[in-house]
């Protein structure tokens, strides 16, 4: 069946250093593949997305590359900030393109 | 614009009653989704929707019944709730774009609890 994978357990680093987060995903192969950040009581908001083509994109302090090799997104965040901490999400998309399915969130605590 | 709004906010249910959450949006999206998330498990799709009057069974429709009559409305039932539907339930849309990856547009969510 298909799995997607994220780290449950909290990450946690000090302010100013890069964050990095990890996404495996197995019995799948999307072209598309989507971060989203989600504050405690709230919805997901959408962070960035990468195709299947794309090795690497960017959005200000944010990085994401998408290895289809290796089945495995990694989310980066540089000079990281109190303000980062939430619940990072990432979600495969399907063929058809119509349905996202989610990993169980990765906990990011940025400590001053 | 509201973006994605969710009723109610909150609700308490004892095993067996039944309950409908409504979510409705003010974007025009022709797309409405409605997902699960329990602890430590993400957020898993029940149902959703690519247009008014469609509908469709995502990962765990079992115990859920759905309705797009309108294109901003999209409706949740539960016919007969039970302590498993215990959970935060979120609402999203999207717009039919070419391609159709783009990103989902998320509500507040409803907590509900059934004793």
């Known amino acids: 069946s298909q799995k997607i994978e994220q780290n449950s357990e909290a990450l946690n680093i000090q302010e100013g250093k890069t964050a990095t987060l990890t996404c495996n995903y197995t019995n799948y192969s999307p072209a598309y593949l989507q971060w989203y950040r989600q504050d405690p009581g709230r919805g997901p908001v959408f962070l960035l997305l990468i195709r299947e083509n794309e090795k690497e994109k960017r959005k200000e302090r944010l990085k994401v590359t998408f290895d289809t090799t290796l089945k495995q997104s990694l989310f980066h965040i540089t000079a990281s900030q109190p303000a980062d901490s939430a619940t990072y999400l990432c979600?495969?998309?399907?063929?058809?393109?119509?349905?996202?399915?989610f990993g169980g969130g990765t906990r990011l605590m940025v400590k001053p | 614009n509201a973006g994605v709004t969710q009723t109610p906010k909150f609700r308490v249910l004892k095993t067996g009653q039944s309950m409908t959450l409504l979510c409705a949006q003010d974007?025009?999206?022709?797309?409405m989704y409605w997902y699960r998330q329990d602890p430590g498990m993400g957020l898993r799709l029940i149902h959703y929707s690519v247009g008014e009057g469609t509908t469709a069974k995502g990962e765990v429709p079992d115990g859920y019944n759905v309705s797009r009559l309108k294109k901003q409305n999209f409706l949740l039932g539960l016919e007969s709730a039970a302590p498993s539907q215990t959970s935060v339930y979120f609402c999203?849309?999207?717009?039919?774009?070419?391609?159709?990856?783009?990103?989902?547009?998320f509500g507040p969510g409803t907590r509900l609890t059934v004793l």
């Open positions: 974007m025009n999206h022709e797309y």
């Open positions: 979600a495969l998309i399907n063929n058809a393109g119509n349905m996202l399915t």
């Open positions: 999203a849309s999207r717009p039919r774009l070419a391609g159709g990856y783009n990103e989902q547009f």
